[in-house]
């Protein structure tokens, strides 16, 4: 399990986002979906360690894997 302390940096690909809403619902506080298409959109790439947690678990449950976390210089793609 990850360090919660440990830096975590996110970025989301758009184009491959279902609009599901995983991400608003779990982590509400770093993730949101836009009113138009109901896409997400970022609201914090490097959130506070508080909300890293519900960050990890909303990548983890995005069905597109449009959510990639990072951190110290790697990054992964979360999701199917």
């Known amino acids: 399990m990850s360090d919660p302390r440990e830096p975590l940096r ?3 690909d758009r184009e491959r986002c279902a609009g599901a ?3 608003a619902l779990t ?3 770093v993730f ?3 009113d138009e298409e109901g896409l997400v959109v970022l609201l914090h790439p490097d959130p506070a360690p508080e909300h890293r947690p519900a960050a990890r678990m909303a990548a983890g ?3 597109a894997g449009a959510i990639v976390l990072g951190g110290n210089g790697d990054a992964e793609r979360a999701g199917p």
């Open 27 to 29: 982590a509400p506080q």
């Open 61 to 63: 449950l995005c069905p």
């Open 32 to 34: 949101d979906q836009d």
């Open 21 to 23: 809403g995983m991400c």
């Open 10 to 12: 996110i970025e989301v």
